[in-house]
């Protein structure tokens, strides 16, 4: 029973244009909510993060938008660009970010064409 | 400073064999956490170790096992080794303070291939 879920496995776009990646929970208990990004032969790094008593975060060009009703958050990149190209990994947790508690989904493969 | 640090990076065991996977967090991080990353599964949380304590345990079987030395070092154990247990294995280590965002600092991970 998967608690996070990130439904698009993959995600193509043109550099320049918006990524959406988007990321589904069902546990209503999570808090805490983190993007991370993996390249490949990397081990995954922190990219941003909300709380749940936000509902937008913004740093640069990634935003995290959390719709609680809708138990729903997306990341935007807004301009894409080829270095972007990676692994993106939705994390949610139950105790405002106590990191022993991560609930990761399987990750989207974004790719972003020059 | 240096990162999370992760050995091997690379092994290759046959089925019914044991392995043991060692991890150094960053310097002052007493949290270390271990993830197995597979294709169909993505990340899946082992186990955490805090203060040479294992804080939290994920839904993995008794084969997997681990332990924190009290410089922070953790190792984790594989035995018995099926073919499932071929992953990515990932150690990351953060402060676990209460001021703490959750950030988690990962390795770049020890690859198991068991043949």
């Known amino acids: 029973d998967q608690q996070v879920k990130q439904n698009s496995p993959s995600l193509s776009v043109q550099e320049g244009r918006i990524s959406i990646l988007n990321c589904d929970y069902t546990?209503?208990?999570?808090?805490?909510f983190l993007w991370y990004k993996k390249y490949p032969a990397e081990g995954p790094t922190f990219l941003i993060s909300?709380?749940?008593?936000?509902d937008k975060n913004e740093d640069g060009r990634f935003t995290v938008f959390l719709n609680k009703s809708a138990k729903h958050l997306s990341l935007h990149i807004v301009p894409s660009q080829p270095g972007d190209s990676a692994v993106y990994f939705c994390?949610?947790?139950?105790?405002?970010?106590?990191?022993?508690?991560?609930?990761f989904g399987k990750g989207t493969k974004l790719t972003v064409n020059p | 400073k240096a990162g999370v640090t992760q050995t091997p990076r690379y092994l290759i065991k046959t089925r019914g064999q044991q392995v043991t996977l060692s991890c150094s967090p960053i310097?002052?991080?007493?949290?270390v956490s271990w993830y197995q990353q597979t294709p169909g599964q993505g990340l899946q949380f082992l186990f955490e170790?805090?203060?040479?304590?294992?804080?939290n345990k994920g839904n993995f079987p008794g084969r997997f096992s681990g332990r924190q030395f009290s410089n922070s070092r953790s190792e984790m154990n594989v035995s018995t080794l099926e073919l499932g247990d071929s992953a990515l294995y990932l150690c990351?280590?953060?402060?676990?303070?209460?001021?703490?965002?959750?950030?988690?600092?990962f390795g770049e991970g020890s690859r198991l291939t068991v043949l």
């Open positions: 909300i709380s749940s008593i936000k």
């Open positions: 170790y805090f203060s040479e304590t294992q804080r």
């Open positions: 546990n209503s208990m999570f808090d805490y």
């Open positions: 994390a949610a947790s139950a105790d405002q970010g106590g990191s022993e508690k991560l609930v």
């Open positions: 310097s002052g991080h007493r949290s």
């Open positions: 990351a280590s953060s402060l676990a303070a209460s001021s703490d965002t959750g950030e988690l600092f």
